[in-house]
Each structure stands twice: as structure tokens, then as C-alpha cells.
Nanobody, 126 residues
Framework: QVQPVESGGGLVQAGGSLRLSCAAS????????MGWFRQAPGKEREFVAA????????YYADSVKGRFTISRDNAKNTVYLQMNSLKPEDTAVYYC???????????????????WGQGTQVTVSS
């Protein structure tokens, strides 16, 4: 079992950068895939990026590909989301999820994740 806790959100101007962190308690962190989702006001939660247990595979939404980078440090039980060239439409609450590996898991969908953090607000001003 892991409990994700997000940090690093804030207010940034368009074109700027932020790095989100998700620290997860639990000795089994390295066995979980980790994902970032976001939810803007009035919209449904959407997939942003995911990384498998080893960090060898990463997945991105088309809207962030080339601008965001997901990575993890299993020694620190932490996953990161480096966000560059931020746009006002990136404004949302960003959530970190942890998913136990299962055959055929689709890390682009919420149902694949077992544990969620409380979220961190990212606001990009124009």
C-alpha cells in the first residue's frame, strides 16, 4: 500500500516551468506504476503522464507531449512531473496516482490506479 502526496504546484506565467513532486509512503513504491492526472474547473479529470515501475516506459497525453517529462526515483519513493512551456490551458489541480501492476493495465485511465493524492493546484497566467 502507498499513499501519494503531491507538492510543487503554484502560480506561474505562460511559458514558465514548474516541477511537481509526488512522494509516496510505503515499502512497495517501486512495484507501482505512477501517473499524473489533472482536473480543470468544470471539466473531467484527464490523463497527463504515467511511468511504469522501473521508469523504463513513459506515456504522455498528446496535449503535453514534448513539454512535460515524467520521471521517478525509487530510492526516494518519489515521482516527478517537469512541466515546461506552460500554457493557461494547463491550469488545473494535478493529482498523482499509484497503480499496482496488472496484466494489460492501461495507465492512461483512472481505473488503473489504486491510490490517489489530494492534488496540487497549478495556475498558469497569460
Amino acid at each position: 500500500q502507498v499513499q501519494p502526496v503531491e507538492s510543487g504546484g503554484g502560480l506561474v506565467q505562460a511559458g514558465g516551468s514548474l516541477r511537481l513532486s509526488c512522494a509516496a509512503s510505503g515499502r512497495t513504491f517501486s512495484t507501482y506504476a505512477m501517473g499524473w492526472f489533472r482536473q480543470a474547473p468544470g471539466k473531467e479529470r484527464e490523463f497527463v503522464a504515467a511511468i511504469n515501475w522501473s521508469g523504463g516506459s513513459t506515456y504522455y497525453a498528446d496535449s503535453v507531449k514534448g513539454r512535460f517529462t515524467i520521471s521517478r526515483d525509487n530510492a526516494k519513493n518519489t515521482v516527478y512531473l517537469q512541466m515546461n512551456s506552460l500554457k493557461p490551458e494547463d491550469t488545473a489541480v494535478y493529482y498523482c496516482g499509484a497503480g499496482a501492476a496488472r496484466y494489460g493495465s492501461n495507465w492512461r485511465v483512472e481505473a488503473a490506479y489504486d491510490y490517489w493524492g489530494q492534488g496540487t493546484q497549478v495556475t498558469v497566467s497569460s
